[in-house]
């Protein structure tokens, strides 16, 4: 039997850069991310990422400490397939797209996948290295998707023309610069 745990982790939820992780109970893990996302995406994501990474017909048991993630990979996603991805309301299925994956990446794997849960944050080795992933992978694409912004400027297009002489506004008083007070990154 295959045993690997996940984990997800949003820096600021929803919104925030995400991060997604597993850690086989045999030494391999995966990590990634996403620029901006909810912690439900990220725990999803990390299931889905276990699953394919771990494809053939050893059984699986994936250990999660989200409960959302289990319950939507073997609870609710049965009543879903069957209500057309809609829940018990009407309402369409929260993150649908990614539980389908999901549903076909169990499906289509020979060996069967099952979900234990674990309590997060109390000293589980594997959940607590999964955590480690999943939150460094979060910083690393908010990190990357910062310097990319701070890194984009408009460039003036090349022309024959002549460069248009622009107004100069005279500085008085103390001069700051035209900068937010806060910045958002999505």
Not at 113 to 122: D, N, P, S
Not at 158 to 173: C, L, N, R
Request: proline content about 6%; some cysteine; aromatic content about 6%.
């Amino acid at each position: 039997m295959i045993i690997v745990s996940t984990d997800g982790s949003c820096l600021r939820n929803p919104g925030g850069a995400i991060g997604w992780a597993w850690v086989n109970h045999q030494g391999t893990s995966a990590s990634g991310g996403a620029p901006a996302g909810t912690n439900q995406i990220a725990e999803l994501q990390a299931v889905l990422e276990a699953i394919l990474a771990h494809p053939g017909s050893e059984p699986l048991l994936i250990e999660s400490d989200s409960l959302y993630a289990i319950k939507c990979a073997s609870e609710w996603i049965t009543a879903w397939r069957v209500n057309g991805w809609r829940t018990s309301t009407g309402a369409p299925v929260k993150n649908g797209e990614l539980v389908r994956h999901i549903d076909q990446a169990i499906s289509t794997r020979p060996g069967p996948v099952r979900f234990r849960w674990v309590r997060g944050h109390v000293g589980n080795y594997f959940n607590e290295q999964a955590d480690v992933l999943a939150g460094a992978a979060a910083r690393q694409i908010a990190a990357s998707t910062a310097v990319a912004e701070a890194h984009t400027a408009e460039i003036p297009a090349v022309t024959d023309e002549p460069p248009v002489e622009q107004a100069v506004v005279p500085k008085t008083g103390r001069h700051r610069a035209e900068t937010p007070d806060t910045l958002t990154l999505f």
